[in-house]
């Protein structure tokens, strides 16, 4: 540690945006873009759509769809924090299982399922589960009401969440394809894919490829990412790989040696993200993309109660939340901005233009589209 390069606030978050796609939009495929990223939060369905307008040059709708359909990539049900995550197919396969005993941990003591199901073998259930959904893709509560029959006097919904836990899931489509809709259908790997999940559950190939997406970091972002615990000793074995630096707290921060460290002057565009998106979930220390919130108009902890939808930077850092208002009747979309402080003209202005990009990328069949600005009131 001694003699480490501090990294300070503002290298931080260039370096971490340089990796997420974000200082400029990147000119590569949805596919790569997808891998690089490792994972991305899909727990609303068309969530992936914007985080992936925001990152990639000409982006549009159809070539997610496309790679839906085609199963290159997949909606997996149970990843990153026991959430769901849009991944490659490849990656779910091999990912899935590194990650089995966060889902396992999240079961039993993290939702309330586990408890429901005390006394009884889960094992079996989730056997059941697997006869049951290897003769078609299920509904979680379709499992869960079959199970009942075996079963009977147990929970519905914990049985069927004992399964979509327990088991490698994905999501199948048309849920999540754009211009669609579907039910939550659930169905495993050999049937959606025809291929299984690996069964290497070292973690040290995604710590590597997370800082090539989200470093340099602390061990505790990297656990704060995936949820794994105890990492220190893995983190430790891969040191002959890594360079270190520290943060201005005296953190000892980890990264492969060829990750970008833009200059911290560098321009960051304004940018726009979903309700949910990796880029606010996957430190502990989220200074980086948070910033200096001392003079925000409301509390930063009642940023979603108020704001809610999804969010918005300047110069990189969190800034503000946006939502859309669709009249179809009229033809009409706006898009509603809340900044969180008050903005400059210059800030005003480039805020504006992006959001019209935005509305006219979710609400093309929109004749009239606008973007209007409401301010919270002071706290």
């Not at 079959?146 to 199948?172: H, I, N, T």
């Not at 800082?211 to 040191?239: H, K």
């Not at 002057?265 to 979903?274: G, L, S």
Request: aromatic share 8%.
């Amino acid at each position: 540690m001694t003699g480490a390069r501090i990294l300070d606030r503002r290298t931080l978050n260039r370096a971490f945006l340089e990796r997420q796609l974000l200082l400029r939009r990147a000119a590569m495929p949805a596919e790569q873009a997808i891998a690089h990223l490792i994972a991305m939060q899909a727990q609303n369905p068309f969530d992936p759509y914007t985080a992936l307008w925001s990152r990639l040059e000409g982006f549009q709708p159809g070539e997610l769809a496309t790679l839906l359909e085609e199963r290159r990539v997949v909606r997996a049900v149970a990843m990153m924090r026991t959430t769901i995550h849009l991944l490659t197919a490849d990656d779910w396969l091999a990912l899935r299982p590194v990650l089995q005993v966060v889902q396992e941990r999240g079961f039993a003591v993290g939702s309330p399922f586990g408890k429901q199901l005390k006394g009884i073998d889960v094992d079996a259930v989730v056997a059941a589960g697997r006869a049951l959904l290897d003769e078609k893709p299920r509904s979680g509560n379709a499992i869960g009401k079959l199970l009942e029959k075996q079963w009977p006097g147990r929970d519905v919904a914990s049985l069927g969440y004992a399964v979509r836990y327990l088991l490698p899931l994905v999501q199948v489509t048309p849920r999540g394809v754009w211009g669609r809709s579907g039910q939550p259908m659930l169905a495993t790997a050999e049937h959606w894919l025809g291929r299984s999940v690996g069964t290497d559950t070292a973690p040290d190939g995604m710590i590597l490829r997370y800082l090539a997406a989200f470093g340099p970091a602390t061990v505790m972002d990297i656990q704060s990412w995936c949820w794994l615990t105890r990492l220190g000793p893995v983190v430790e074995r891969l040191r002959p790989q890594l360079r270190t630096f520290r943060d201005e707290q005296g953190r000892e921060l980890f990264d492969i040696p060829e990750g970008p460290i833009p200059d911290p002057d560098t321009p960051a565009p304004v940018r726009f993200f979903p309700t949910y998106d990796n880029l606010f979930l996957s430190h502990k220390d989220r200074d980086r993309i948070l910033g200096d919130m001392s003079d925000w108009l409301v509390e930063p902890d009642q940023f979603n109660t108020i704001f809610g939808g999804g969010s918005f930077t300047i110069d990189g850092f969190l800034a503000g939340g946006w939502r859309i208002e669709r009249d179809k009747r009229a033809g009409r979309a706006d898009i509603v901005l809340s900044p969180a402080r008050r903005l400059s003209v210059w800030e005003s202005t480039a805020v504006a233009d992006e959001a019209i990009g935005l509305v006219a990328f979710l609400a093309a069949d929109a004749a009239d589209r606008d973007a209007r600005v409401t301010l919270p009131d002071a706290h």
